[in-house]
């Protein structure tokens, strides 16, 4: 069987993180599905879903860490094509990959404790993200 659902983000700019673990949670037991696996995707090339432990330092840390290996102060060649500012966006958005996926058992995602479902919104303004979903299995 395969479950579908979309979910709709208002992100504010660069570094925006938002836990997706509840929402995704919710999809996955209107699904039904008891084992199978779980596919995030975050639809455009300047978002990234991945896993963190969601708490505060990280939270900081992980955008912290994207600016210091590819800064936004330095020129990059997509600035050329676009003239959009966001050329360090969608390197960030590449290194870290749109999508998850994660196991599902027992209807519910196989998870850490300390481990969540992130958004990391990477564009230089807010965006309206949508990020589908995909419950496959039985
Ligand atoms: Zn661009």
Redesign the pocket.
Known sequence: MVHQEQLDLSTRADGDLHDLTQDIQSIVQKSNIQTGIAHIFNIG??GAIGAIEFEPGLRQDLPETLRKLIPPSLEYK?EQT?H?G??H??LHATLLGPSLTVPVTQGKLELGTWQQIFHLECDVRPRQRRILVTIYGE
Do not use: F, I, L, R
């Open positions: 090339s300047t997509h676009w959009d966001n050329g966006s969608h």
